[in-house]
């Protein structure tokens, strides 16, 4: 069945944050997404509905610059997804990626499972005309860029909202 997704909501702040620490097992990603609001870093914010319209699942998009030799260039970072473990296999985190992606204009920047973004239109080969801010990661770090925005150019410098940070 394909889950409802829907726009967060101030209402789902609790629920979102028990969903993410309980997908991830840690507090990390939850603290990221609270300090990415706390930041205004948020371009869109994304839940799935469970039983009784909780929230099962969330994403977030935050924007990112990317910086070709002083020619800034607007992107999107899809982190984090989370489903909560009770909800998982069920399509819900592909619905909610592929609604992520529908949401945003432009490029989106990934750092995730070689093996389940490609579906999406993920590739590391999209990403070349980047420096990975990732280098450790290499094929983990992924773009989506439908449009081939970042097509012929090289050399992108990847400018992460501050809140990223945390996750370091
Ligand atoms: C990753 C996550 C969001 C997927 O949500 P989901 O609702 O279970 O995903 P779907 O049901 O849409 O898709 C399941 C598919 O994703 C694959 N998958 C899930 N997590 C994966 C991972 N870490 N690496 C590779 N594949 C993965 C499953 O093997 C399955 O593959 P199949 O369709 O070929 O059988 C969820 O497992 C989760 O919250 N994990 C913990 C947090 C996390 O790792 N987030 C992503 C960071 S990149």
Redesign the pocket.
């Known amino acids: 069945m394909t889950p409802r997704i829907r726009p967060a909501e101030p209402a789902d702040t609790a629920a979102i944050a028990a969903l993410v620490e309980a997908?991830?097992g840690r507090p990390g990603e939850a603290a990221l997404v609270a300090a990415l609001r706390g930041a205004g870093a948020v371009s869109a914010e994304l839940v799935a509905e469970g039983e009784g319209g909780t929230p099962c699942?969330h994403v977030l998009l935050s924007p990112l610059r990317l910086d070709f030799a002083g020619e800034d260039v607007p992107a999107q970072a899809l982190a984090?997804?989370?489903?909560a473990p009770e909800?998982?296999?069920?399509?819900?985190?592909?619905?909610l990626v592929r609604a992520a992606l529908a949401a945003v204009p432009g490029p989106v920047l990934v750092l995730?499972?070689p093996?389940?973004y490609p579906r999406f239109g993920f590739s590391w080969e999209a990403a070349k005309p980047l420096v990975s801010p990732f280098p450790w990661a290499g094929r983990a770090f992924m773009a989506y860029d439908p449009e081939g925005v970042l097509t012929g150019r090289e050399h992108g410098r990847v400018h992460y909202p501050e809140p990223f940070g945390l996750m370091a």
């Open positions: 997908a991830f699942g984090p997804v989370a489903v909800c998982q296999g069920r399509g819900i985190g592909a619905a995730g499972a093996e389940w």
